[in-house]
């Protein structure tokens, strides 16, 4: 068999390291056809006729619509008592540029991609842009590939858990949430209260309890006693619900 060129080798090199991610994620095997047009950039089709011959655009325009339709779905059975108008915004900061940098960079995302060398030289592997498209690709290649069910699977490992530890907290009023859920159900009075600081004066953490009816219903952590009451509340809102 004739050695690989260099261009070859790279190819199987990077082509490993998706089948390797995959693995490492509990996924199953994705085409490859599909894998690696997920993960190509126009500049290498352009620079790599014979190689390649679909870029990641088409996949991100379907992957965009498959995270929107699978957060919104998580958030409207984690979140029952939220508003519309919260839900849309909780959504918009979880599928927004910055979020999705984020999840590509948590598994490298960016060592995976197919550049073109001018691309690669002007640092297009650690763009924000080029590593929120690819990501959006890479879900609509697995749900082409293999259906809803992995896209959530893989949802449950990388998007869903910071929702859980309010990483997007600062777009959510829970206070205001447990406080429509408390009324609605006739269920009696709120009170929060400080239980606690700790930490040097510079970068104190409070230690917030919410009480209903003198009972703690959740606590919570904050660098503020309103972010620590947020949380406190975030919670009880699980608590009740």
Do not use: W
């Amino acid at each position: 068999m004739a050695p690989l060129n260099q261009l070859q080798q790279d190819e199987k090199d990077k082509m490993e390291k998706l089948h390797r991610f995959l693995q490492q994620a509990d996924l199953p095997l994705v085409n490859d056809k599909l894998l690696k047009q997920a993960f190509t950039h126009s500049s290498y089709v352009n620079e790599h006729r014979k190689q390649s011959n679909d870029d990641y655009e088409r996949l991100e325009f379907l992957g965009d619509a498959v995270l929107e339709l699978l957060v919104s779905n998580y958030l409207y059975q984690a979140y029952p008592s939220m508003s519309e108008g919260d839900l849309t915004k909780l959504r918009a900061a979880i599928v927004c540029e910055p979020s999705l940098v984020e999840f590509a960079r948590q598994f490298s995302f960016g060592d995976m991609i197919f550049l073109g060398k001018g691309e690669e030289r002007t640092g297009g592997r650690k763009r924000p842009a080029l590593l929120a498209d690819v990501f959006e690709a890479f879900v609509g290649a697995l749900y082409l590939d293999k259906g809803l069910e992995p896209v959530n699977r893989f949802l449950e490992t990388v998007v869903y858990p910071p929702i859980r530890k309010g990483a997007f907290s600062y777009v959510m009023d829970f206070k205001s949430q447990l406080q429509e859920a408390v009324q609605r159900r006739n269920l009696g009075e709120l009170k929060y209260t400080v239980a606690g600081e700790e930490g040097p004066a510079h970068s104190r953490t409070f230690i917030s309890n919410v009480l209903l009816n003198g009972e703690t219903l959740g606590s919570g952590q904050g660098k503020s006693k309103k972010e620590s009451e947020q949380h406190a509340a975030q919670v009880a809102l699980q608590t009740i619900e």
